[in-house]
């Protein structure tokens, strides 16, 4: 019996990672479809979002057939539960990409008030806080999530740098308001994204200590 929950826990294991990878390319799909004006990108990310959705589901749903036939304890119960806590995460970044990919859909074909440079940078640090925290996750390390707070600090920085500075270009123009707001909400879903990575490293903490942590404080 054990051997099967820990095979059981094994292949949980790879699917919350086969769902993170496709959740990171979503979102970087989803920012450059943005940069490109690729309306056709953007809609495939949109079309794409029930297969991510389906595997919530199903590991959920494992997660908790092992809970009902394993009753795992302790440790072995908190790592189920984390399972649970991070595909919900995970969805959640995936509904973010989803959004930057409607702001897409909206805009497309409009040139782009700026460059986009501090959203894609943004991106690529957020991306980077998810990867850190899945390896922490299989490698049990409560101790590599307490490097995220350097990286969260600086998409929050560059989410207050692209408000003010779109915020300057639609007081001069007002007719930069309507792409202006939906960049910003571009960013905002963004510092979302790293919002949801630093709650990956908090339920890497609680698995392996039994101490919860708030790495936002």
């Given at each position: 019996m054990r051997s099967t929950f820990h095979q059981e826990l094994e292949d949980l294991q790879q699917d919350i990672l086969r769902m993170g990878t496709l959740v990171e390319e979503r979102i970087a799909q989803a920012v450059q479809a943005l940069a490109d004006g690729d309306k056709a990108a953007a809609e495939a990310i949109i079309a794409g979002d029930d297969e991510i959705d389906r595997m919530q589901l199903d590991?959920?749903?494992?997660c908790f057939e092992i809970i009902a036939t394993q009753q795992p304890l302790a440790t072995d119960l908190r790592i189920v539960g984390t399972a649970i806590k991070i595909v919900g995460d995970l969805e959640r970044m995936a509904d973010h990409a989803v959004d930057i990919a409607k702001v897409t859909r909206r805009i497309g074909g409009e040139p782009l008030i700026k460059p986009l440079i501090d959203i894609p940078r943004m991106s690529e640090i957020a991306l980077r806080m998810t990867r850190d925290a899945l390896r922490a996750y299989?490698?049990?390390?409560?101790?590599?999530?307490?490097?995220?707070?350097?990286?969260?600090?600086e998409v929050d920085h560059l989410y207050s740098q692209v408000m003010r500075e779109l915020l300057?270009?639609?007081?001069?123009d007002p007719r930069m308001i309507h792409q202006?707001?939906?960049?910003l909400f571009v960013a905002q879903h963004i510092e979302r994204v790293a919002d949801h990575a630093t709650n990956l490293g908090e339920a890497v903490i609680f698995m392996v200590s039994g101490e919860r942590h708030d790495l936002n404080q």
């Open positions: 590991i959920e749903t494992r299989v490698r049990r390390d409560p101790q590599a999530p307490e490097e995220m707070l350097k990286a969260d600090d300057v270009y639609m007081m001069e202006g707001m939906h960049l």
